[in-house]
């Protein structure tokens, strides 16, 4: 069925620097602090600064490891760290209700991906709410932590996203049906200026959290591209709300090209269901907004 489906650069990150993300997280505890958030010396935001300050020497010395801190330690750290700083640079003067339960349920779960498991993946589940709503923050976006996850409030129109980020290709299907389902609740309270977008997360899918990416963004944008195509029969028959119009798959990594560390993400949005009308029309236009970008 033809559709409105379109790729989106989201966040194509430049070399990074430990020190500018240890330098831009100075006050963190601060802010953790004023929000009622513990702060734990080991939880995953900790764990992470720590890796990146023993890498900032290790690293910048040629060496492989240094005090514990392998590359694939360091890399993910970093990734990680950089969705904290984007997330405290967003939102340090937003409500703290809104924020205090989600970060401690965030800073939750083994330090390193490779080590998630069923019973202990909520926080970067979580996480993933905060990184989204944060990189949309940061570009201008006015966001709310509201249901059924979050709302990116446009000029004209408000998007209520639904945030899922599945284990495994098998559960995508089972997590657009879920999101689908908040939203539709979500939706039923709302003005005709309300639409849906399920947000999904294949991150954990593409990079289990053991590796970094090689390749560049066109392959990584492939390699979303093909998950899509994939499962997208598996989910086109789940009953959206009317005003639900689309699904995001969004992916990010570690990357190294030669040429220093990156965070490399992409987007690829598709119609819920239909075909091109004038409500996925205004979605592309208000993230070209957003964006700055012709997408």
């Known amino acids: 069925m033809p559709g409105c489906e379109y790729t989106v650069v989201m966040y194509r990150s430049a070399q990074l620097k430990y020190s500018d993300i240890l330098r831009d997280l100075q006050k963190l505890d601060d802010w953790l602090r004023a929000v009622g958030v513990p702060v734990r010396s080991m939880d995953r935001a900790h764990y992470a600064i720590e890796k990146l300050e023993k890498a900032e020497q290790a690293f910048a010395a040629g060496a492989e490891k240094a005090s514990g801190v392998s590359k694939s330690d360091c890399l993910f750290a970093l990734t990680e760290a950089l969705e904290l700083r984007d997330v405290y640079d967003a939102f340090r003067n937003h409500p703290p209700e809104q924020l205090r339960d989600r ?9 390193l991906p490779a080590a998630e498991t069923k019973k202990n993946r909520d926080g970067r589940n979580i996480m993933f709410e905060l990184a989204l709503g944060a990189e949309w923050a940061l570009l201008g976006g006015d966001i709310d932590f509201v249901e059924p996850d979050l709302a990116l409030k446009m000029p004209r129109r408000t998007y209520l996203t639904a945030c899922k980020r599945p284990e495994s290709e098998h559960g995508i299907r089972a997590a657009v049906k879920d999101a689908a389902g908040q939203l539709r609740a979500a939706l039923t309270q709302t003005g005709e200026d309300h639409f849906g977008i399920v947000a999904v997360s294949l991150s954990r899918i593409l990079n289990r959290g053991d ?12 390699l979303l591209n093909g998950l899509v195509a994939t499962h997208r029969p ?12 689309a699904v995001a798959f969004y992916a990010h990594t570690p990357a190294n090209w030669g040429q220093g560390l990156y965070r490399l993400s992409a ?5 819920a269901f239909g075909e091109n009308t004038e409500d996925h029309r205004n979605l592309k236009s208000d993230l070209s907004d957003l964006y700055a970008v012709s997408v």
């Open 103 to 111: 970060l401690v349920r965030a800073f939750s779960g083994p330090p």
């Open 211 to 222: 590796a970094y990416f090689a390749g560049n963004y066109e392959r990584l944008s492939e």
């Open 234 to 245: 598996g989910w086109r028959s789940t009953e959206f709300h009317p005003r639900s119009i």
């Open 267 to 271: 987007m690829r949005i598709v119609e």
